[in-house]
């Protein structure tokens, strides 16, 4: 058992640093996807939030202050982020579709794992240069924020980050069964946007839409983790997202491992 903890622990490590290899070999892409986009997307929340207090001209809005919602605007953006796999799930399509599969599938590693380590090497080399800017704004404007709850907050938006993969798996097998499939990608990806709420606060929907998206799974990916380190909620959502995104993830799970058989059955009995 420890033999195979061990080849286990060093086959995703090595998968790991092919990823941050990979995208270092262009550090101009990397620095600009790692800073530069965030500090701008930063930018632009903190110009829309003074501009609606501005319009509203009102103290509070849905009992939370400006400084509130602005630290929201800077830490949605830098967490939504990390919870999402749009290049790796466009990747794993492609590799479908094209039947580029055949080398996975020679190689004593599942076709999940390998985008799976990818993704997590990625993530983690690109959060820790992206949390600069929203670490730097929230000092320069004395923002609400409870740093002690970061780990915790940061720690739950990359166990959603499992959702997210096998998500992007699950939709990587309907290349066996039709074309076009990367048009489900960019619908995915608006949804979970707007469910996470990234775009607005849940806290500012209607009551009956805030209470069932806070029963799913996908605020854990946005609005809870910064609602937890602004102060908006307590560790009660942070748990039951934990929970939310378990059960979901083994579903998930269950439906891509059905599908993946039965597409497989038939790309190696087409040959396809």
Do not use: C
């Amino acid at each position: 058992m420890k033999k195979l903890f061990i080849a286990f622990w060093r086959r995703n490590l090595a998968f790991s640093e092919l990823a941050i290899v990979s995208n270092l070999e262009y550090r101009f892409n990397f620095f600009i996807d790692a800073f530069v986009q965030p500090l701008i997307t930063v930018g632009i929340e903190l110009l829309m939030w003074f501009a609606i207090f501005e319009a509203a001209n009102a103290a509070q809005i849905g009992g939370f202050g400006r400084e509130s919602y602005l630290a929201y605007g800077v830490w949605a953006p830098f967490l939504g982020r990390i919870a999402v796999s749009w290049m790796y799930e466009s990747m794993m399509v492609e590799e479908v579709a094209s039947g580029s599969i055949n080398v996975i599938l020679t190689r004593p590693i599942s076709f999940y794992e390998y985008y799976l380590s990818q993704l997590m090497g990625y993530k983690i080399a690109t959060t820790f240069i992206s949390m600069i800017a929203p670490l730097a704004v929230s000092l320069i404007f004395d923002l609400p924020i409870h740093y002690s709850r970061l780990p915790i907050a940061i720690g739950l938006v990359f166990y959603y980050l499992f959702l997210v993969h096998t998500l992007s798996f699950v939709i990587s097998t309907f290349a066996f069964y039709m074309t076009r499939v990367r048009s489900l990608t960019l619908v995915k990806n608006l949804t979970l946007w707007l469910l996470a709420g990234e775009l607005v606060p849940i806290d500012l929907m209607p009551p009956a839409i805030a209470k069932f998206l806070l029963l799913s799974p996908f605020p854990a990916g946005v609005y809870t983790p910064v609602a937890y380190i602004t102060g908006r909620v307590g560790s009660e959502l942070v748990l039951q997202s934990f929970i939310s995104v378990t059960i979901s993830t083994i579903i998930a799970i269950a439906i891509g491992a059905w599908l993946w058989r039965k597409g497989l059955q038939s790309y190696t009995g087409t040959g396809a």
